[in-house]
């Protein structure tokens, strides 16, 4: 498709905090909007290719991809509240989410330990689980708390909501969690439900937050969708964050990079707004550029910080809260 030049456009000369222009920002936007409707999404399954289609966009059931209109992302981002908010059971840690407010939060989710106590660089447990929630919790430059590790000592089934539980007993923080299933969404739900007094309670002051990551590119799997839809009939606040990698599921270029990223995080908004207009969001990003020699994410290079700071003013631009990885 051929694009003519553009006459007027206003680019960045060199680096600064903004690294993209207000023409950069609508071509992003533009171009996902393009891959939205004209490329669609990869759906797994059933239940979100419904409720997509219930919404007006356009279903392939046989490949199920689904390709969303224009209008329909855009009314989905105008639906979406600017302002979210994570509480914790202690109420002096209760944390709104809006533009121009930065907080922190630890990373997640470790995979081993280095037991301060014997030197041992080992599987975690849920001991560990707790304990680190216990250091976060007392940390004051943590506003949050995220599920550090993955305890290998419970079954692999339910060990989201092994650990949201040892997470809810160690802080007065907010908790987020690890939930890859509607099933995890509900049992974490009414473990919150008994701690502030009802469902209604904890939509009010949701103590726990969820997320989910697409698969790039363009992919939106069940445990992805599972989440979307049962914390949105929740009316719980939900965090969609993209993992691609440029030069390796996502384009070389910083730009079509951040176009695969978009249309993945929109897309999953897209759902969720569908589901249950209104419901609290949040743009999220762990979006980086593959290091060749090892074939692995390059979380803390400059291509992070570049694409993190890129993410963050796209959600300005849809007026929502960032949850970007740091450097």
Sequence with gaps: MKRNPQAGAVRNSGLRFEVLSQTDL????????????????????????????????????????????????????????????????????????????????NFDEGIKVLDPFSGEHRDPTIEDVGRIARLVDALDGMATYESAVGAHDVPGETAPIHQAEAGLLNTGKSVGTEAVSAF??????????????GADELRERPIVGFGVCP????????????????????????????????????????????????????????????????????????????????????VGSPELALISAACVQLSRRYMLPSFVAGT
């Design 184 to 197: 995890h969404v509900r049992r974490i739900a009414e473990m919150a439900e008994l701690i502030v007094g």
């Design 26 to 105: 609508d071509d992003v936007h533009l171009a996902t909007l393009e891959v939205l409707e004209r490329t669609g999404v990869f759906v797994e399954d059933d239940e979100p290719l419904d409720i997509y289609a219930d919404g007006g966009c356009r279903v392939d059931r046989e490949r199920r991809v689904v390709q969303i209109p224009a209008h329909i992302v855009e009314d989905a981002i105008r639906s979406a509240p600017p302002i979210n908010y994570q509480c914790g059971r202690d109420p002096r840690h209760d944390l709104v989410l809006e533009a121009g407010r930065v907080a922190f939060c």
């Design 215 to 298: 698969v790039s590119p363009l992919q939106l799997p069940r445990d992805a969708t599972e989440v979307i839809i049962e914390t949105a009939r929740r009316g719980l606040p939900d965090t969609v964050l993209s993992m691609a990698m440029a030069a390796a599921s996502a384009p070389v270029t910083l730009a079509g990079t951040l176009v695969i990223h978009n249309a993945e995080v929109l897309a999953g908004i897209t759902l969720a707004q569908l589901t249950e207009r209104g419901v609290p969001v949040t743009y999220g990003s762990s979006t980086t550029a593959i290091d060749l020699r090892l074939a692995a994410a390059s």
